[in-house]
């Protein structure tokens, strides 16, 4: 079936009950979109649910994993702290606009009223992590706050979206954020044109806010932001996108490690370049 939210899992909750050994597969709604638009030009109930069988049968799409109960419940409670935020960001652009006294004190009682929801969900959060989360969520989360500029409600943000780190690769980690970097190729002509853009874009949104305060905080994260900008072809906006895919990545290397971050921390990535200079002069003088 096709990633519907709310309705989907339901779906696939009732399934499941109904017989667990079902081969259940929630699949990505621009996939099986774009597998419509190749095979059939109607756009109907009945038309899309044959073209999602043929999508099934064609793609063996992998069965859906159920996300864990640390996974659902940030999840759930970060979205619902992000719709939220939004909605209070809406009334405050129109209280800016309002010149009526009565219209502006309404405003601000709404306001007031999502301030103190925002506050009980915080709350919920720490209180969840600290009395109902399991040991690998605590573990994770707090290893992850050791990171400049990663708070706790940050951390939680990111469990709930992707899960435990250690359980992808770097590759993995960068597909399933959506900021690794997209390239079309026809013929001679290449174009490098910004990033993927799947998966969560609430994850995108907070690597994003967070990626800003451990430029400021952290020297490595500094000095590479500033390489970034340097580069001919580079932009503020593809610099600040190389930082929160590097943060990601410092993120889940921390988490697998086990160790809090480490400021002086020196990578000990082997250089290619220069062992195979080491090994031309070793040719030439044999």
Same mark, same amino acid.
């Given at each position: 079936?096709?990633?519907?939210?709310?309705?989907?899992?339901?779906?696939?909750?009732?399934?499941?009950?109904?017989?667990?050994?079902?081969?259940?597969?929630?699949?990505? @709604?621009? &996939?099986?979109? %774009?597998?419509?638009?190749?095979?059939?030009?109607?756009? $109907?109930? =009945?038309?899309?649910? !044959?073209?999602?069988?043929?999508?099934?049968?064609?793609?063996?799409?992998?069965?859906?994993?159920?996300?864990?109960?640390?996974?659902?419940?940030?999840?759930?409670?970060?979205?619902?702290?992000?719709?939220?935020?939004?909605?209070?960001?809406?009334?405050?652009?129109?209280?800016?606009?309002?010149?009526?006294?009565?219209?502006?004190?309404?405003?601000?009682?709404?306001?007031?009223?999502?301030?103190?929801?925002?506050?009980?969900?915080?709350?919920?959060?720490?209180?969840?992590?600290?009395?109902?989360?399991?040991?690998?969520?605590?573990?994770?989360?707090?290893?992850?706050?050791?990171?400049?500029?990663?708070?706790?409600? @940050?951390? &939680?943000?990111? %469990?709930?979206?992707?899960?435990?780190?250690?359980?992808? $690769?770097? =590759?993995?980690?960068? !597909?399933?954020?959506?900021?690794?970097?997209?390239?079309?190729?026809?013929?001679?002509?290449?174009?490098?044109?910004?990033?993927?853009?799947?998966?969560?874009?609430?994850?995108?949104?907070?690597?994003?806010?967070?990626?800003?305060?451990?430029?400021?905080?952290?020297?490595?994260?500094?000095?590479?932001?500033?390489?970034?900008?340097?580069?001919?072809?580079?932009?503020?906006?593809?610099?600040?996108?190389?930082?929160?895919?590097?943060?990601?990545?410092?993120?889940?290397?921390?988490?697998?490690?086990?160790?809090?971050?480490?400021?002086?921390?020196?990578?000990?990535?082997?250089?290619?370049?220069?062992?195979?200079?080491?090994?031309?002069?070793?040719?030439?003088?044999?």
């Amino acid at each position: 079936m096709e990633e519907t939210g709310e309705f989907s899992h339901r779906l696939y909750d009732n399934l499941k009950k109904v017989a667990q050994n079902l081969h259940i597969s929630i699949c990505n @709604s621009l &996939a099986v979109s %774009y597998f419509m638009k190749s095979v059939s030009a109607n756009k $109907t109930d =009945k038309a899309d649910a !044959a073209v999602i069988a043929r999508y099934a049968a064609a793609m063996n799409p992998a069965p859906y994993r159920e996300p864990s109960r640390d996974e659902a419940e940030l999840k759930r409670l970060s979205r619902d702290r992000k719709y939220l935020v939004d909605e209070r960001t809406s009334f405050k652009n129109r209280l800016g606009s309002q010149k009526a006294r009565d219209s502006r004190s309404a405003l601000r009682n709404v306001i007031d009223a999502i301030d103190r929801e925002i506050a009980r969900i915080d709350a919920r959060i720490k209180d969840y992590l600290a009395h109902e989360a399991g040991d690998e969520c605590r573990r994770e989360i707090r290893l992850m706050q050791t990171v400049p500029g990663v708070g706790m409600l @940050s951390a &939680a943000i990111i %469990y709930g979206e992707l899960g435990p780190l250690s359980g992808y $690769t770097r =590759k993995e980690l960068s !597909a399933m954020s959506g900021i690794c970097p997209v390239i079309r190729q026809s013929g001679t002509s290449l174009h490098k044109g910004g990033i993927s853009k799947r998966g969560s874009a609430d994850l995108r949104r907070i690597l994003y806010l967070d990626s800003r305060q451990t430029i400021i905080r952290s020297k490595a994260m500094k000095e590479f932001h500033e390489r970034m900008l340097s580069k001919p072809e580079s932009s503020t906006m593809t610099a600040r996108t190389a930082c929160m895919r590097k943060l990601l990545l410092v993120l889940r290397g921390i988490v697998v490690s086990g160790k809090d971050f480490d400021p002086n921390h020196v990578s000990k990535k082997p250089n290619f370049k220069k062992e195979g200079e080491n090994l031309q002069k070793s040719e030439k003088s044999a």
